[in-house]
């Protein structure tokens, strides 16, 4: 894809990714959230990823919608056996084209999708002069970053939950903009933010 595209507009559409033969939905503030809630490694610094069924799980979450994914969480019974049908589907694949299943490689390209998908904007903090992505209150991020689309952004509750998550960050700083709180960062300022970081 040619690397001119404005940030917004991958951020708006981004690449499309099936891992383990399944299409993900693209990664969203619902996705992280799940994820988080259950202690999945792959959005956790404190957790080493370990097993198969960590990728399964994650993968299980993000091919569903928000809502999708909350309901297959909450039944315990059906989730388990989902996984489980899913890992001999895959099991049973490689066999036939007598192949080795690479975990390692499918965590790592679902590694890669996560990341892919929490680009955000480099932003001026107006109040301190200084780049911004954090949330400076006590405030969880996250929480702050649903409470203001869907009260000043213009999304539904649904639709915030299941945006691309670029989009959302973009989203949400264009508000923190027209407020005043911040503003986006021009080209010779990321240029001279990226030369600051070495």
């Not at 404190?46 to 297959?72: K, M, N, P």
């Not at 969480?73 to 059906?78: C, F, I, L, S």
Request: glycine share 6%; proline share 4%.
């Amino acid at each position: 894809m040619a690397n001119n595209i404005p940030e917004y507009f991958t951020a708006l559409l981004p690449e499309s990714y099936i891992i383990g033969g399944l299409q993900l939905e693209p990664f969203s503030i619902g996705h992280y959230i799940i994820l988080s809630r259950y202690n999945s490694p792959f959005v956790s610094c404190e957790q080493e990823i370990s097993t198969a069924g960590d990728l399964l799980f994650a993968i299980a979450v993000c091919c569903r919608t928000f809502e999708q994914a909350i309901s297959f969480v909450r039944n315990e019974e059906e989730a388990k056996l989902w996984m489980e049908e899913y890992a001999a589907k895959i099991v049973s694949e490689c066999e036939k084209e007598n192949v080795v299943i690479d975990w390692q490689a499918k965590m790592v390209d679902f590694m890669f999708y996560i990341k892919e998908h929490l680009n955000k904007p480099t932003v001026i903090d107006r109040n301190h002069g200084i780049t911004s992505t954090e949330q400076p209150s006590g405030m969880n991020f996250h929480q702050s970053l649903i409470i203001t689309l869907t009260s000043k952004g213009g999304y539904t509750y649904s639709q915030t939950m299941n945006a691309p998550y670029s989009q959302a960050l973009f989203d949400y700083y264009a508000v923190a903009e027209k407020e005043g709180a911040v503003r986006f960062a021009n080209e010779d300022e990321k240029l001279l933010l990226e030369l600051a970081k070495g």
